[in-house]
Structures are given as structure tokens and as C-alpha cells.
């Protein structure tokens, strides 16, 4: 396809796939008239862990509203098109083709990296489609990513902070947490979801500095579990909403994020069903995700289940370890296992490893930056863990399938390793 060509020789514009520096992605965006300047009202998103689902959770309760919705994440799972959603459907390929050759026209041979020249594509398009909301999804940090080049947002919102790309962002917690709350803007609300002491400290510390207002989690807002679904509390009142559609209990913390930013919306009203039907209508590929039919799930005997998660540090996988136990108590847990480089195999296993039976590992398709299967099979090895070194996803869901069961198998530890499952299976991402 065309884009792929023209994707491909934009990833080659610079030689390094991150730099986290404003003054390339400032220069561009003034040579093409500042389309940052020119979006719907803007809510942006950092944090570690949960970014993509509270931007999911809040988008189907926009769109329940009636609401028209601009959303861009990262990275992507199938196709380069996840990343911009204009007014709910994903970017055409020939708009989003036409828009990077626009860019890369007003970049001339000047360095860019990848990340910002794509969202300032995605910031051309947002600027002229008709929209009532962009939700905006930092890529990595805060103070120096690419989306911070919105001025003035209408809300900001850091979901739970841990330990991840500290290569980037600092090898504390609290410098990583001073790189996220740096998207805070003076004057405008910051929704803060729960956080470790320590990265809450920061996060008020940089409010009190800039100005901001925060809603904090636990005190300006609430939720648990209930029979029914979710028992959600504020300033506002008590809420009572289903269950959420993603699965894990750490969905409950998103969703109430998701809400706790509806109610703070200024202009765009949300009605109570709205808020409920998107907790309860909220998509996200590739978190906590069951493939119930496909190649893949083909390969596994009957009453077996296949799932597929992307998360790729300890906190995520802490998060993926209560979930198993809330979903799966009583059945032997398989993994299936790729990591990308710069990771910690060690520490993204720990909460998993007293839940699981066995581990096959395997190289991340397709990318020439993850980390060996080897080291990975050495790492589960050194927690007690029983691992095989597998050629690839079908060869170790054939050996798992030799294995006891019922059972379920979870394919984790990469976002890469996840999309490349899903068009292993052939599950695509619905527009």
C-alpha cells in the first residue's frame, strides 16, 4: 500500500527512533501554520499504565453523547491508522497520505523523528476536521513529547505512574513522575488516578508550582466494585455504573477516571446514561483481550481459552496477576512470552510467577530491537519458572496444547508481540 512506502521512508528521516527535544516538532509545526493552535477543545493524557483505556472509556462516553470525537494513541497494533480517529472512524488512508506528504514537504531535509512528524500529521487533521473533543495520548513522558505542544488544553489527566522507559525518563520514580506532570498547564484541571506516594508527591508538588487544580483519586473522586458493577463517588454525588467492558479490576480505576474527566468538561455535556454506557461499551484491543475465535485460538484444545495482553512492566504485570486471580483461580496459567529490549524480564514475571504453570518464549516478530528468546527463557528460569524457547506463536501454542488443562494461555509482555498475535489470529482493529 501506498502509505506503507510512505511510512517506511519517513521512519528513516532520523537516526534515532526517540529524542525527546520540542525544538524539531516546534519548528515544523510553525512551518505549517500552527495546526496545534487551531484543535477542538483538548484533553491530554500521560501517565504509565492506562493511558489508552481512559482514553477509551472517555471516548465511548463522548460518542454515547453524540459528541464528535478527534482521539489519538500510540503506538499501533495492525495498521498506522489506529493512531488518528477523526470523529470517531480511523483515518483514511489517502487523507493521512496526502497530510504526511504535506508535512514532509514543510520539513524539508531538516531531522525529525518518526513520532514527530506523524503527530503533527495528526494535529493537521484534527485542526480541519470538525471535531467537539481531541483526546490526546502523550507517547512517552510529558515535558518533551511531541503532544505537549498544546498550549492550552481544555483538562490533563496522568493515570498511575511506575517504573517504565527509564532509559527516557529518569531511573527514580520521582523523576519519571516529574516527566508527566509536566503536561500540567496553569488554571486548567489535572485529573490524577492513583499513584505511589512518591510520584504523588511530585505531581502536587509541579500543581502547586504551575498553578493547577487537581481532582485526586481517593479524595476528589472514587470507585469499587459492586454485585451490579461499579459504585462511583465525587463532589458530584454517587453514580452507579456497570461493569466496566474491559476486563481487570484495575478497568474500575480507569473507568473512574474516564468519568471524573466527563464531569470536569466544560461546554460538553454528558449525560448520566452517556457515562454508562460507555463503561460499558468502552473498546481496547490487546488489553486483557480473550481471542475466541482465530488461528491462534484454533490451535488450543476445546474449553481452552486464549488471551492477549500488551502491558510490559512490573506495574502492568502486577495489574495482570489480580486479574488472573479474580478471573482464572481455579485453572493452570500458560504464558506466552516476548519482551522488547531495555525491559526487565525479571521484574515483569515476579507478580506473575506464583500464578503460572510454564512459560514459552519466543522473539517479538518483526522487530529487530526485542530481546532474545534465551535471555528471557533465563530470566523466567531464575524465578523458578519451567521455560522452553519457542520458534514463534504457533509452535509454543502447539506445545501448550500438549499440556494439562483446561487451561488458559496469556500471550504477553510487549504491545509488538500483541499485534503481531492479532494478525497472527486474524482479529482486526473494528473502526
Not at 21 to 29: F, N, Q
Not at 135 to 154: C, K, S
Not at 279 to 304: H, K
Amino acid at each position: 500500500m501506498a502509505i506503507d512506502a510512505v511510512l517506511r521512508r519517513l521512519e528513516r528521516l532520523y537516526p534515532r527512533a526517540i529524542d525527546l527535544d520540542l525544538g524539531r516538532i516546534r519548528r515544523l509545526l510553525s512551518a505549517l501554520d500552527h495546526p496545534e493552535r487551531r484543535l477542538p477543545p483538548v484533553v491530554h493524557v500521560a501517565g504509565t499504565n492506562g493511558k489508552g483505556s481512559v482514553v477509551a472509556f472517555l471516548r465511548a462516553m463522548l460518542e454515547a453523547a453524540g459528541h464528535r470525537v478527534h482521539a489519538y494513541t500510540s503506538p499501533h497494533l495492525i495498521r498506522f491508522t489506529e493512531r488518528i480517529r477523526l470523529a470517531g472512524r480511523l483515518i483514511e488512508d489517502e487523507a493521512l497520505e496526502r497530510i504526511l506528504a504535506e508535512c514532509e514537504a514543510a520539513n524539508g531535509d531538516k531531522p525529525i523523528t518518526f513520532f514527530e512528524i506523524t503527530t503533527a500529521a495528526a494535529f493537521c487533521a484534527f485542526a480541519r476536521a470538525p471535531g467537539d473533543v481531541v483526546l490526546l495520548e502523550t507517547g512517552l513522558g510529558g515535558r518533551l513529547d511531541a503532544t505537549n505542544m498544546v498550549d492550552t488544553p481544555m483538562l490533563t489527566a496522568i493515570t498511575p505512574i511506575s517504573l517504565d522507559h527509564q532509559h527516557y525518563l529518569g531511573d527514580e520514580l520521582t523523576d519519571i513522575a516529574a516527566e508527566k506532570a509536566a503536561i500540567l498547564k496553569p488554571g486548567v484541571t489535572g485529573v490524577i488516578g492513583p499513584q505511589p506516594a512518591d510520584a504523588m508527591a511530585v505531581v502536587e508538588a509541579e500543581a502547586r508550582r504551575r498553578g493547577t487544580p487537581l481532582l485526586r483519586y481517593g479524595a476528589s473522586y472514587a470507585a469499587h466494585a459492586t454485585e451490579a458493577g461499579i459504585a462511583y463517588r465525587s463532589a458530584m454525588g454517587r453514580l452507579d455504573l456497570p461493569a466496566p467492558a474491559l476486563f481487570g479490576p484495575h478497568q474500575i480505576e480507569n473507568a473512574a477516571m474516564a468519568v471524573a474527566c466527563a464531569e470536569s468538561f466544560e461546554g460538553l455535556r454528558i449525560p448520566r446514561q452517556a457515562l454508562a454506557a460507555g463503561v460499558s461499551a468502552a473498546r481496547w484491543p490487546a488489553r486483557l483481550q480473550r481471542l475466541g475465535d482465530g488461528r491462534l485460538a484454533g490451535l488450543l484444545p476445546e474449553r481452552w481459552e486464549l488471551w492477549l495482553d500488551g502491558g510490559h512492566n512490573p506495574a502492568a504485570a502486577a495489574a495482570l496477576a489480580e486479574s488472573a486471580l479474580t478471573l482464572w483461580p481455579d485453572r493452570p496459567l500458560y504464558l506466552v512470552l516476548g519482551m522488547m529490549a531495555r525491559k526487565t524480564p525479571e521484574a515483569f514475571l515476579a507478580p506473575l510467577a506464583p500464578l503460572t504453570s510454564a512459560v514459552w518464549t519466543l522473539g517479538v516478530p518483526g522487530e529487530a530491537n526485542a530481546l532474545p528468546a534465551g535471555d528471557l527463557a533465563q530470566a523466567a528460569g531464575a524465578l523458578g519458572l519451567e521455560a522452553t524457547v519457542a520458534d514463534g506463536l504457533e509452535d509454543a501454542l502447539r506445545a501448550i496444547a500438549a499440556q494439562p488443562g483446561p487451561a488458559q494461555v496469556l500471550i504477553c509482555g510487549s504491545l509488538y508481540l500483541a499485534g503481531a498475535a492479532l494478525r497472527a489470529n486474524g482479529t482486526d482493529i473494528l473502526d
